[in-house]
């Protein structure tokens, strides 16, 4: 069933495009991971750039759209690679 849920989740993020590129978070290879044990989720991102303005508002979409999927009851998104990532973590985390 998690493989399933894994394949869901990815499904739910593969519509959030890169704002600069146009191009999906899953195809440009930000989500780097998504693992699900039972109702929770665990999503890491990390974007292109180490200073990307655009990574809380992937991430808050990412967080949104992960825990809207069937099966999801709490998603946590993890940045890593990005200068504020520990700030943006702990507030998409909340």
Known sequence: MSEELVNDIKDALTPINDPHMGISIVDMGIVQNITVDG???EITLKPTNPGCM???RI???AKIRAENVEGVEK???TVEGHAM???INEMINR
């Open 39 to 41: 109702d929770q989720a």
């Open 75 to 77: 998603a946590i998104i």
């Open 54 to 56: 655009s990574i809380t």
């Open 59 to 61: 991430a808050a979409d």
């Open 85 to 87: 990532a520990e700030s």
